[in-house]
Structure formats: C-alpha cells, structure tokens
C-alpha cells in the first residue's frame, strides 16, 4: 500500500504491543539477576556482570522461539494474529538484547587482554576439530550476524526494494539462526552448567519449535494434495461455491506450486494470488471487509476482482480468471498480470452460475 | 493516510472476529489476549526464576574493588610476579602474594629491575581461600615503594621441597579469575577468558578436587619450574591429567609438568 516511509508507523495496538514486550524483558532479567544474586549468599553467588550476560542470553533465545512459534501459532488459529502483527518489531528488539548479550561478553570475557576482542573471539579457544570442545562463541556470533541482518532489512523499504520473495528468503534464515544458537547453548552453558534442568528446557524449546512447525507443514502439504486431486481440464476445481464461506476464501494450490485465495463475498467469487504484496502473508486466511480482501498479517487490502489496493494506495497483485460450471467453481492456473480486471463468477440463488 | 490507519473507520468495527493491526480488535481477541498475555508473562517470569534458581555455585572466591590494600615484603619474579612477607600465623611462617596487572595483561607490569628487593605494593586484593593476588596498575610508580632495610633471605629464596610425584586430574584455571574476578571464573563458557589471561602472563593454576569435595589449587610450572609456555593455552579449563612433581616453595604449593604431561579427558 503506497505512502511515505517512516521509522514505524505507530499506532495504538503497537504502542500496546511494544509496551508489553519491553516490561516483560524487564521482569524477565530483573528476576533472573535477583534469584541470582539472591540463590547464594555469602560470597557464592556469580557476579553481577556474569549475571546480565547471561540473564540477556536467556532472553534473547526465549524471544527468537516465541517469535518462531507465532507463526504456526497464527496459522493453527486466527487469535494469535494480534501476536504476529507486530512482530518485526519483537525481531528487533529481540536483535538489540542479543547484541547488548554479544557486547558485554566481548568486553567481559576478550577485552582487555593482549588481543584484539574479535581476534580472540576466533582464536582463544582453537579447538574447531572438537565436537564437545568446538568455540560455542562463533555460533553465536553467526546467529547474531543473521539477526542483525534481519534487523537492518526489517522496515518496509528494503521489502520493496529487495522484492518480496528476496526478502523473504533473506528473512528465512531466522531458523538457520536459531539452530545456531541452540548449538551456542547446548555447546556453551550447558557445558558449563550441571543441572539436568537447563538441557531439558533447551530440548523441550527446541521440540516444541520444530513440532508446531512441522504440523502446520503436514496440514498445508496435505491440503495441497487434496487440492491437486481436483484438477481437471487444465483449470483447477475447488470445490462447489457454497463450500467457500462467505466473506472468506479457500485456498487451492496449483500445478507449479503457487497458491490461489478464492474468495466469495455474496454472490461472487474471484481469486487472486495467495501471496501477499507486503511480506507474502497468506491472503486467503485473510476475508473480505468494506469489499476488500484484507490480509490477516497487517491487514493490507486488495479489491477482489482486479488485485489493485483500495485509493489511495497503488499495490497490485496477481488475479486469476474463475468460473462456475456444474456447481464447482473452476481457477484458470495462469495468472494475470497484477492489477488486471477479471470478471468475478456470479453465483445464481439455486448454486448454478448466472446467465 | 497512512498504513497505521489503514483504509477503515475505526469507528465502523466491521472487522467481524478477525484482527487487523490498524483496527480495534475484536472481542473475542480482547478475551483471549486478557487470558494469554498474563499467562505468557507468568511462563517466561517463571521460565527466568528457574534458570537462575539452578546456576552453579561459582565458589567464594571475591574482588575487593572497594578498598585498596597494601602488601609489604620480598619481590620476586620467579616464575611469576609476587610478593612474600613473614607471617607467623602462615603454616611456614610466611605468606605468597601473587601480582598481577588490571586487565589480562600482567607480562606488560614494570617491575622486573625491582626484583628481590623489599618493597610495598599497593593495589586490589582478589582472594579465594588462603590464596591470595594483588591487582596492581601497569606503571610502577603506581603500585610499588621501596623499603628501607635488609632482604629477609627466607623470604627472597624460600625452601624448595619436593613433595613426591603424582598424577593428578583436573583443570588448569587463569588464577585471577579463579581467585575471584570473575565468578564463575571456569567451564566452558569461560575458556576463552581464561587462555586470553594465561597469554597475557597471568598465572595458570591446576586446581585438583577430591571425591569427597576438598580442593587444591597449585600454581603451574613447566617440568624445571620456570613459566607455563604458551602452548598449554588449548588445554585451558579442559578436564584434563598430568603426571608431574609436586613442589612446596614457602606456603605456596606448584604442580611441575612439561605441556606434554597433560592429555585431555
């Protein structure tokens, strides 16, 4: 949706959003460094410094897997939507306690000695042959390049500029990252530290992550089985036009791999690319409101029968030709230029497409 | 206009139950975000005490940042910088005090055409038990003051006895951190910490427990009794074993072996 850039574009939910994750951060460290501190008196507790790297360590992966568990969260059921509309912003945030975790490690634990800090960060421990032994600081220091990466592309103009599916492979490799930083912690604390309790938190984090994940990959890979069973004639049947809900769309997937959102609002039905202009959100989870298709992610819109957004913004995507034959509802596969009209298949009160 | 707006009114709440960031969220989001913001809250605040609650005891060793302490008798710089003074209530009668500059360098300390004179120094105490550092700025004439008087030979070139041989398993430590700069000042995480301060000069202690939990921490020597080489540096806060003599020089116990004693378990 066409306008001028800014820092971010705040609105009331933002504000509330933004105001919840960084009290709960405060919370988050302020805890761990009074348990800390207060676990062992008389001298034993770690000091205070090792505390807050630590205590910024541990928030930073618990934000990386909340942030990678609202996605499929979001895909399972529409209530955690309000939980990913903001969550570039979580990402960098998340970025910034990383970094305040790498800064204070460096200093603490390489500076002042007779290297350079990020020499030493290579070389002090040299045992890259080692599996047990392996340097867990570089894999970390990977995990945090990729976050900043993340954080510095993460505002609408590098999407635009980068193209949509650039962007979005750039910003995939949040789960290469997060392997990283699980290995940076399996390799690093969990080496150090004997309590059973910290390997089972990191394995139960990582289980859940790769379940969920998994799960919605099943239901959309099953859903688009189901789909390519349908095909018929080079068009593609998605089913009878009552089966869509109205308002709402269903989403057929089609030979080369795209998706398509059908959409029925009333008595039409038109069908537009799956993907998102802004960061490829699934449309046709999205419905149709004030006659625009809006997107569930950050709720961008899109008027049904010619993919263009509503004035005065000027995005447009891919529509696909649609009608009705024998009560099913038919897609053609190849899509039309973005932005171009189609004529939406009009659905007659027995079911049976209007003359 | 803009995309925080978005197209709708506000004010119009037809979004039926989906949210849309720009828009008022509907009810039936609002009831479930009451429920599930305070119970995330009180996940991840729980998550944090149960972290923290099971850390490891990093053991007692302490900085004394707050006070400057100051330390009278022999300096020496064999095989690392420190100081020994008479000390009746000591089990030999006499009392080592390792010296080490602020920060991880203490091969850059100017001290060494001070060697074996009595002096007094002055600087940060780090102690861990009886084991005891001075933390020293790198100029002289920040930390070091002649004495007048005779230099105890006692203290100068204290008794060397040989406690026997043996092999020991354990880990080599950066004795500053261990003594109490950093705690933890060991494991893994600490590694490369520790190989950073043993490059810069600063001692590399073997520290041995038994089963029962008693410890022993020896200053490391190579097999003649002069400085670590670097090439230790690899095996720094490693488990490992070594075969190697034990020596007592004054109160101050050292572990001999060449690098090539050691072998990682």
Redo the contacts between chains.
């Keep these: 949706?066409g306008?001028q850039y800014?820092a971010v574009?705040?609105?009331k939910?933002?504000i509330a959003y933004d105001l919840?994750v960084v009290t709960?951060i405060i919370?988050?460290?302020g805890?761990?460094?009074?348990?800390?501190l207060q676990?062992?008196p008389?001298?034993?507790?770690?000091?205070l410094v090792?505390?807050l790297i630590?205590?910024l360590g541990?928030t930073a992966f618990?934000m990386l897997t909340?942030i990678l568990l609202i996605g499929p969260l979001a895909r399972i059921s529409?209530?955690f939507?309000?939980m990913l509309?903001?969550r570039r912003h979580l990402g960098v945030i998340t970025f910034m306690v990383s970094g305040a975790h790498f800064g204070l490690a460096l200093i603490?634990?390489?500076g002042?000695?007779?290297?350079n800090p990020f020499v030493?960060?290579f070389v002090?421990?040299?045992?890259y042959d080692s599996i047990p032994?392996f340097?867990?600081?570089v894999l970390g220091l990977g995990a945090f390049v990729v976050l900043f990466v993340m954080a510095a592309t993460s505002h609408d103009f590098w999407l635009n500029n980068l193209s949509a599916p650039v962007w979005k492979a750039l910003h995939m490799l949040v789960y290469p990252a997060y392997v990283l930083l699980v290995f940076h912690i399996v390799?690093?604390?969990l080496?150090?530290?004997?309590?059973i309790?910290?390997p089972i938190?990191t394995a139960a984090t990582f289980i859940t992550v790769s379940s969920l994940h998994l799960f919605t990959g099943l239901k959309e890979w099953g859903a688009d089985s189901a789909m390519k069973s349908l095909k018929a004639k080079g068009w593609i049947d998605v089913g009878a036009p009552t089966s869509i809900p109205n308002?709402r769309a269903v989403i057929a997937s089609l030979p080369k791999g795209d998706r398509v959102a059908v959409f029925r609002y009333d008595d039409k039905i038109s069908a537009v690319t799956n993907a998102c202009r802004h960061q490829n959100g699934p449309l046709g989870e999205?419905?149709v409101?004030?006659g625009?298709i809006?997107c569930?992610w950050?709720?961008?819109?899109y008027r049904p029968d010619d993919g263009v957004s509503?004035p005065?913004?000027t995005e447009k995507i891919a529509t696909y030709n649609v009608k009705i034959e024998n009560d099913r509802v038919f897609v053609d596969p190849k899509p039309n230029p973005p932005g171009t009209r189609t004529t939406p298949a009009i659905i007659s009160q027995s079911g049976a497409p209007a003359s | 206009m803009s995309l925080a707006e978005g197209i709708l009114d506000p004010s119009k709440k037809t979004t039926g139950d989906m949210f849309i960031g720009w828009a008022p969220a509907p009810k039936v989001d609002r009831r479930f975000l009451l429920g599930a913001l305070p119970l995330a809250f009180a996940g991840t605040s729980g998550a944090s005490w149960l972290i923290a609650k099971n850390l490891d005891d990093p053991g007692a060793g302490a900085w004394l940042t707050n006070t400057t302490h100051s330390v009278t008798g022999v300096l020496t710089h064999h095989p690392y910088p420190m100081i020994r003074f008479a000390d009746t209530n000591a089990p030999f009668g006499l009392r080592t005090v390792l010296i080490v500059a602020i920060g991880k360098c203490t091969s850059a300390l100017e001290w060494r055409d001070r060697a074996a004179e009595a002096v007094t120094a002055s600087g940060v105490l780090i102690q861990r038990k009886d084991h005891q550092m001075l933390e020293v700025p790198p100029f002289a004439q920040e930390w070091l003051a002649s004495v007048d008087g005779p230099v105890d030979t006692a203290l100068a070139a204290p008794t060397i006895e040989s406690l026997g041989s043996a092999r020991l398993a354990g880990t080599i430590m950066d004795s500053k951190c261990f003594f109490g700069v950093m705690r933890p000042g060991r494991g893994k995480t600490h590694k490369a910490c520790a190989s950073l301060c043993i490059r810069g000069g600063i001692p590399p202690s073997f520290w041995v427990r038994s089963r029962d939990g008693r410890e022993q921490i020896m200053l490391m020597t190579d097999a003649a009794g002069d400085p670590m080489p670097k090439d230790i540096l690899p095996l720094v806060a490693d488990p490992v074993e070594a075969e190697g003599e034990i020596v007592r020089v004054g109160d101050l116990i050292q572990f001999r072996a060449d690098t090539s004693a050691y072998r990682r378990i």
């Design positions: 949706m306008h800014q574009q705040w609105n939910n933002k919840y709960a919370v988050f460290i805890i761990f460094i009074f348990i800390g676990i062992r008389n001298g034993h507790s770690a000091d090792i505390l630590r205590a541990v618990t909340i529409p209530r939507l309000p509309y903001n603490w634990y390489h002042g000695g007779p290297l030493s960060l002090s421990n040299p045992l032994g340097p867990f600081e390799l690093g604390a080496m150090t530290e004997k309590s309790v910290y938190m308002m999205g419905r409101i004030d625009c809006t569930p950050h709720g961008w819109q509503p005065p913004f």
